[in-house]
């Protein structure tokens, strides 16, 4: 296809800009010109501990300095066979929808958006598949530096998918300096993780190679219903089958200062993943399975142009391939993903009181399936084209910063609008107010535009969902502590979803308005070198606007009222304990409250011990679900029993003692 041809052209020849707000630097990288006594601007940045983090241009702090943003270091929730997904939804605002065990399918709800509005971004290379759901169990910790979690409307700065916000998984970065480290877990139901990396000087540039990989059999106890009509019966103890999962892959980074003041930072990532598809309790399958394949790569070239004009650009691209086989999901040949494009960025800044960003986007999308609609023309593809333009504002010497930004995209057939307004108030005594509003759209992906799948049909008619949002938070900052505490109101138009089309299947229609309003508080607490906690809980409250007297003013269906995360850390490094809560309310499985999942809570529990500097040993004790909570998600699915890991890792190098290695780091 034309625009793929162009594509690749452009990944081979890309040049850079940057999106590094001129917000987030320190003082001393401000243009030479500006006065030294000058202030920068100030950009409000949540991190779940105190670790202190270098930003990249990509980071979400400096494409939108005044959004509700909780960064997640990945070291500070310690060793042990955690996964990503689980360390995403301890963030407020986040809920996550789990199929069940290592490597089964993992997606996030934010601010009640569904799965398909939340992008997911490995380093800015968009993770969203042809459904428009991120799996995020095809996204190992191992490849994780931090992830940033940016709640509300993204349109204006991500495009197309950030109806209820942006995950941005920062990969590991290389080291000037000769560093090798891995570890290797082994726990419950034989799962088996593991992974080793190195990092160092190369040809006059830093390098890092990551290779990584797992397998669990997956069969865990879990308690069975066998007439579910029947309250009251006794129930019965089974165990998981085709629930095994494996998979591997690797990642290599790249970067080298160019001269006169610019750099390159190329990045490739690849892995293939094989796992069975175990089904609901009520309706399990023994023979469904799924294999999937992804490689994506990019390429980041940044620098100082003349007018102090400081800028960015970058190619990437990513082909994703999933095939299924057996059972009633089974597919003739594979569904493949191609996904490229080229962004170019600038900043630059004015009169020493406002930054003004600018940035255009090219590049494309297909898919290729076993069965297609007619309307699709065979291959369904789109170009794909934006432009966003945002300023920063500092008034009265950056008490206030107002960064108005608008995005015009242009996704196939349609063209979206995103505006946006955010506010960041300076308030004595460590206090600050923050604000934003605006408009973020979800075109139609190309499953539910064109591509058949089994009784899953496509309608070629359908609207772009789009949200309307609001949200208003105090944060309060000390040497010891921060605390958030914010409310927020979206209103999500034209969602598509999937209503019954006889005879037999279902197709997805613009069916209704939902009106979603909450509160999102976090903190974290830190009294003493030996002790620290964090905390997070969210208020979801949603109500279905479709005048039909079966769903009006019900609750959305996958949406806790309520959300608690706590964890709390405390000793020495040599023997550092750790215990987290997680829990969520009773939610509705259908829009009719007909159905409904009853609440859990999961207590986890760690202890770990490191030793050395330059070469360390940590091994590394966890217990998830210590109280053997039996439960279900999603529609059905049973989540794991107790189960027990033991993890072993060290590293050798200078910078082996790693921030997260107990309380008492900085």
Not at 65 to 71: D, Q
Request: proline share 7%.
């Amino acid at each position: 296809m034309r625009w793929f041809h162009l594509a690749g052209r452009l990944l081979c020849l890309a040049l850079s800009t940057s999106g590094a707000s001129l917000a987030q630097q320190a003082p001393e990288q401000l243009p030479a010109s500006e006065a030294p006594d000058e202030e920068p601007l100030l950009v409000p940045l949540v991190e779940v501990e105190g670790t202190v983090l270098v930003e990249t241009p990509d980071s979400a702090a400096r494409r939108d300095p005044s959004g509700a943003l909780t960064v997640v270091p990945v070291e500070e929730f310690g060793k042990g066979a955690r996964d990503t997904a689980a360390l995403l939804a301890t963030a407020p605002g986040v809920t996550l929808q789990d199929l069940g065990g290592y490597g089964q399918s993992k997606s996030l709800v934010v601010r009640g958006a569904s799965s398909n509005g939340t992008l997911v971004l490995l380093d800015g290379i968009p993770l969203n598949g042809a459904g428009g759901i991120a799996d995020l169990s095809r996204v190992p910790l191992a490849l994780a530096e931090r992830f940033e979690v940016l709640r509300g409307g993204a349109g204006a700065r991500y495009g197309s998918g950030g109806l209820g916000g942006v995950v941005n998984i920062i990969t590991r970065q290389p080291g000037a300096s000769v560093r090798v480290a891995g570890e290797a877990t082994y726990g419950s139901w034989d799962t088996a993780l593991g992974w080793l990396s190195a990092s160092g000087p190369l040809a006059g540039g830093e390098a890092l190679v990551l290779v990584h990989g797992g397998t669990s059999s997956g069969r865990f106890p879990y308690l069975f219903d066998p007439s579910p009509t029947l309250p009251g019966d006794a129930l019965l103890e089974r165990q998981r089958i085709n629930n095994d999962a494996r998979g591997a892959g690797g990642l290599v980074r790249l970067r080298r200062e160019l001269g006169r003041g610019f750099s390159a930072d190329l990045l490739g990532e690849f892995s293939f993943d094989e796992r069975g598809l175990a089904g609901t309790a009520q309706n399990p399958s023994e023979v469904a399975r799924q294999s999937g394949g992804r490689a994506s790569t990019s390429l980041r070239l940044s620098g100082l142009l003349p007018g102090e004009v400081e800028s960015q650009a970058r190619a990437y691209f990513r082909r994703d391939r999933v095939a299924l086989s057996g059972g009633p999901v089974g597919q003739e040949g594979a569904q493949v993903q191609l996904v490229g494009g080229v962004e170019l960025e600038g900043q630059v800044l004015l009169g020493g009181w406002h930054s003004l960003s600018a940035m255009v986007g090219l590049g494309g999308e297909s898919v290729s399936a076993a069965e297609t609609a007619a309307a699709s023309r065979g291959e369904p593809a789109w170009l794909r084209a934006s432009a966003m333009v945002m300023d920063e504002l500092l008034l009265w010497e950056g008490l206030l910063i107002v960064s108005p930004s608008l995005r015009v995209e242009r996704a196939g057939p349609y063209t979206l609008l995103s505006p946006k307004l955010g506010a960041t108030v300076s308030l004595p005594a460590g206090f600050e107010l923050r604000a934003n509003g605006g408009q973020a759209s979800r075109a139609p992906s190309f499953l539910e535009l064109y591509v058949r799948q089994g009784t899953l049909l496509p309608n070629p008619e359908l609207r772009p969902e789009r949200s309307l949002y609001a949200d208003l938070a105090v944060v309060h900052r000390s040497e010891a502590s921060f605390v958030s505490v914010g409310g927020f109101a979206s209103l999500y138009e034209d969602l598509i979803s999937y209503e019954v089309y006889p005879p037999g299947a279902a197709k997805p229609y613009n069916f209704a308005n939902a009106r979603v309003v909450g509160l999102e508080a976090e903190g974290e607490w830190r009294p003493h070198p030996l002790l620290s906690g964090a905390f997070s809980y969210t208020l979801t409250v949603s109500h279905d606007l479709q005048r039909d007297g079966r769903f009006y003013l019900r609750e959305l269906p996958y949406r806790p009222r309520h959300k608690v995360s706590a964890r709390l850390a405390a000793g020495p490094r040599w023997l550092t304990g750790r215990l987290e809560v997680v829990a969520q309310s009773v939610h509705f499985l259908t829009r009719d409250g007909s159905l409904s999942l009853p609440g859990r809570a999961f207590v986890h529990a760690g202890l770990a011990s490191s030793f050395g500097s330059r070469t360390e040993l940590t091994v590394s004790l966890e217990a998830r679900n210590v109280l053997d909570a039996r439960a279900e998600d999603f529609v059905g699915y049973p989540l794991p029993a107790r189960a027990v890991y033991l993890s072993v890792s060290g590293a050798w190098g200078p910078d082996s003692s790693s921030p997260g290695s107990g309380p008492e780091a900085p």
